[in-house]
């Protein structure tokens, strides 16, 4: 078992900057990257950003591409969201997640671990 716990989140103005962190616990060998996802009330959880830790090969939403950045730590499995010129439409909660698949790693389907969430509201 991994165990994600994030931090960070908030409410901030548009056009201002917010950043998400998060830590895994437990089994993380077995895990091949994080990413982070989001939900907005009413619709489907959405891929944000991902990194895998072989090669640390980053994925992004085109919607975030220019806006959000992740990094993350392989030694610590930690990883770092930090979104900048965000926009009303970036307000959802924001999850964490780990996957052991190989490939690219931008599906909801291939992540097996869930942080809790955090809110990120954007006001206009």
């Known amino acids: 078992q991994v165990q994600l716990v994030e931090s960070g989140g908030g409410l901030v103005q548009a056009g201002g900057s917010l950043a998400l962190s998060c830590a895994a616990s437990?089994?993380?060998?077995?895990?091949?990257?994080m990413g982070w996802f989001r939900q907005a009330p009413g619709k489907e959880r959405e891929f944000v950003a991902a990194i895998k830790w072989s090669g640390g090969i980053k994925y992004s939403a085109d919607s975030v591409k220019g806006r959000f950045t992740i990094s993350g730590d392989n030694t610590k499995k930690t990883v770092t969201l930090r979104m900048n010129s965000l926009k009303p439409e970036d307000t959802a909660v924001y999850y964490c997640?780990?996957?052991?698949?190989?490939?690219?790693?931008?599906?909801?389907?291939?992540?097996?671990?869930w942080g809790q969430g955090t809110q990120v509201t954007v006001s206009s």
């Open positions: 437990g089994h993380t060998t077995s895990t091949s990257g």
């Open positions: 997640a780990a996957t052991g698949s190989m490939g690219v790693i931008r599906d909801v389907w291939q992540y097996d671990y």
